[in-house]
């Protein structure tokens, strides 16, 4: 049986941990300033759509994010360990075989699970917002690469509605011209800019080069 690996994903985390507890602010948007208040570390979906860009120093935003009302928060961080601490049990509750990649990401082996990956997975999404008010998106795939990549699109498409399985997809390679090559994971800002220069701007590219095209590249 062929592998079948999850990433799961919480949705702009320490925005979504600072509405956790404040249903009021379920769909008010949202930025998390580090403890000097220097510049946005982390935006709600609804700061990401007022074009608000990561890193942007707070004195430059500041009457912006006042005419449009939104909530700035400094980042506390005893908070977002906490609530990572809480959505990884859930996850080790109903699959022992979780690897934890980073305070927000996991990866899980759904192969073999009971009524198939993807409904699976939306079960587990479920419960991982039920019981802790986090949303999380769920990319499925063969591999850990491609299920990071599922997962982009799984939280960037709203018609996956959060969930999102490359293997039962009819048409992959649009998902892989859809990824932007500065998305693949392992694919680091310089290495993209060179793959750009050369043509190769996204995924599908990537995927269909030759297997000799870096060592003619390297001459």
Known sequence: MP????LIDCNNFYASCERAFRPEMAERPVVVLPNNDGCVIA?????????????????KCRRMLERNGVAVFSSNYALYGDMSARVMRILSRFCPEV????????FY????????????ARRLRATVLAWTGIPVSVGIAR????A???????KEQARSRGVFDLDASPAPDRVFGWTD??????????????????????????????????????G
């Open 143 to 146: 591999t850990k690469t491609l």
């Open 181 to 218: 090559i500065g998305d693949v994971w392992g694919i680091g800002p310089r290495h993209a800019k060179r793959l750009r220069a050369m043509g190769v701007d996204n995924a599908l590219k990537f995927r269909d080069l030759k297997r000799d095209w870096g060592q003619k590249k390297r």
């Open 148 to 154: 990071k990549l599922a997962n982009r699109f799984a």
């Open 109 to 120: 082996d759904l192969t073999g699970v009971p009524g198939g990956a993807t409904t699976y």
């Open 99 to 106: 690897e934890v990649y980073s305070i927000d990401e996991a």
């Open 43 to 59: 935006r709600s979906g609804e700061a990401k759509a007022l074009g608000i860009a990561m890193g942007t120093p707070y004195f």
């Open 3 to 6: 592998k079948s690996y999850a």
